[in-house]
């Protein structure tokens, strides 16, 4: 067989590799972060209960979740479930950024459904949530105990979200600052 | 008078940019306004996937505007309202791309393509002449023409 009747099938083979890549069974709405390994983006703004102004100091000192949402998100209140039975049980935080929203309507919103946020911090011009390349709501953010920005989901945050990625995540930054602090502990006594 | 009614059918299929913003943003001079509608023409809208921040309703284009004009007011020049924007947003946000080893194959591929093109097409042309002029053929012509 002569190797230019190959070329077809050849070309057919790219065509089948870059399409199954194209194509695959994503959402074109979801952007690739760049803000991963980012320290989280300091701010000053509103609490939304309460007199305090919210710095990112406020964010930093234990791993935890950063959750935009908003009133106006329906599937904010779909996700709603889930992060009240993570502040319930498993032992992280979640903060919460009010994402151009009203704060009245979002106080009521919260006393009709529940708060499961530490803090709520109200960003009702949306600035934070440029500086978090947030484009919708809701979004979720991982950050570690110095503030630094280790993942973020765009969507809903659902069990499968948390078994799947949140949780061993969050496992394995304790394991890394557990390491350090051996590390650390051994370093000290050596010396 | 055909020529004419041509033309007139060809224009009005042309497609035009549709601006659906209507931002009062006021700026100290000429200079930054145009500055601030080039920008938002160029940047695109991250929350829709094919619009810029100039024609898209959405939210996060409107905040975007705003902060693209305070930019623009603050004296910031283009390239660092667009390292603000590519420093959240990723490169989605820039409908030029830059030039960079993650868009090399954007860049580069339909050149890539084009060249092969070219060269399977010569290959092709080139092989056609030869079977048509091969001297064999033309002896055997030269044969069937001198028994006539």
């Given at each position: 067989?002569?190797?230019?009747?190959?070329?077809?099938?050849?070309?057919?083979?790219?065509?089948?590799?870059?399409?199954?890549?194209?194509?695959?069974?994503?959402?074109?709405?979801?952007?690739?972060?760049?803000?991963?390994?980012?320290?989280?983006?300091?701010?000053?703004?509103?609490?939304?209960?309460?007199?305090?102004?919210?710095?990112?100091?406020?964010?930093?000192?234990?791993?935890?979740?950063?959750?935009?949402?908003?009133?106006?998100?329906?599937?904010?209140?779909?996700?709603?479930?889930?992060?009240?039975?993570?502040?319930?049980?498993?032992?992280?935080?979640?903060?919460?950024?009010?994402?151009?929203?009203?704060?009245?309507?979002?106080?009521?919103?919260?006393?009709?459904?529940?708060?499961?946020?530490?803090?709520?911090?109200?960003?009702?011009?949306?600035?934070?949530?440029?500086?978090?390349?947030?484009?919708?709501?809701?979004?979720?953010?991982?950050?570690?105990?110095?503030?630094?920005?280790?993942?973020?989901?765009?969507?809903?945050?659902?069990?499968?979200?948390?078994?799947?990625?949140?949780?061993?995540?969050?496992?394995?930054?304790?394991r890394v600052k557990m390491k350090k602090a051996d590390l650390s502990s051994k370093i000290d006594i050596q010396s | 008078m055909k020529k004419i009614l041509c033309l007139a059918l060809f224009l009005s299929l042309l497609p035009l940019?549709?601006?659906?913003?209507?931002?009062?943003?006021?700026?100290?001079?000429?200079?930054?306004?145009?500055?601030?509608?080039?920008?938002?023409?160029?940047?695109?809208?991250?929350?829709?996937?094919?619009?810029?921040?100039?024609?898209?309703?959405?939210?996060?284009?409107?905040?975007?505007?705003?902060?693209?004009?305070?930019?623009?007011?603050?004296?910031?020049?283009?390239?660092?309202?667009?390292?603000?924007?590519?420093?959240r947003y990723g490169d989605f946000i820039l409908y030029d791309p830059q030039l960079k080893k993650e868009t090399l194959i954007l860049w580069f591929g339909p050149l890539v393509l084009l060249l092969l093109a070219l060269f399977i097409?010569?290959?092709?042309?080139?092989?056609?002449?030869?079977?048509?002029?091969?001297?064999?053929?033309?002896?055997?012509?030269?044969?069937?023409?001198?028994?006539?």
């Amino acid at each position: 067989m002569k190797p230019t009747l190959l070329i077809p099938l050849v070309a057919f083979l790219l065509l089948v590799v870059i399409l199954a890549g194209g194509f695959q069974l994503k959402d074109p709405h979801i952007l690739p972060t760049v803000l991963i390994n980012q320290p989280f983006p300091e701010f000053e703004l509103a609490s939304l209960h309460g007199e305090e102004t919210l710095t990112k100091q406020d964010l930093i000192g234990e791993i935890a979740l950063v959750n935009v949402w908003a009133t106006w998100c329906p599937n904010c209140l779909v996700e709603h479930p889930e992060l009240m039975r993570i502040s319930q049980k498993e032992n992280i935080p979640i903060y919460g950024i009010n994402y151009n929203d009203d704060p009245v309507k979002a106080r009521k919103w919260l006393r009709r459904y529940k708060d499961p946020f530490k803090k709520v911090i109200v960003d009702d011009k949306g600035r934070l949530g440029i500086d978090l390349g947030v484009y919708g709501a809701p979004e979720t953010f991982l950050i570690d105990d110095e503030g630094v920005i280790q993942f973020k989901h765009i969507g809903i945050v659902d069990r499968e979200l948390w078994t799947n990625t949140l949780m061993p995540l969050i496992d394995q930054l304790k394991r890394v600052k557990m390491k350090k602090a051996d590390l650390s502990s051994k370093i000290d006594i050596q010396s | 008078m055909k020529k004419i009614l041509c033309l007139a059918l060809f224009l009005s299929l042309l497609p035009l940019t549709a601006y659906s913003a209507i931002d009062a943003y006021v700026f100290p001079n000429d200079e930054m306004r145009n500055r601030y509608n080039g920008l938002i023409d160029e940047l695109r809208c991250p929350q829709c996937l094919n619009t810029n921040l100039a024609g898209s309703d959405a939210m996060v284009a409107r905040d975007l505007r705003r902060e693209v004009h305070r930019l623009v007011v603050e004296g910031k020049s283009d390239d660092e309202v667009r390292e603000f924007m590519l420093a959240r947003y990723g490169d989605f946000i820039l409908y030029d791309p830059q030039l960079k080893k993650e868009t090399l194959i954007l860049w580069f591929g339909p050149l890539v393509l084009l060249l092969l093109a070219l060269f399977i097409a010569y290959n092709v042309v080139r092989k056609k002449i030869k079977h048509e002029m091969s001297t064999e053929e033309e002896a055997r012509l030269k044969k069937l023409t001198e028994s006539l």
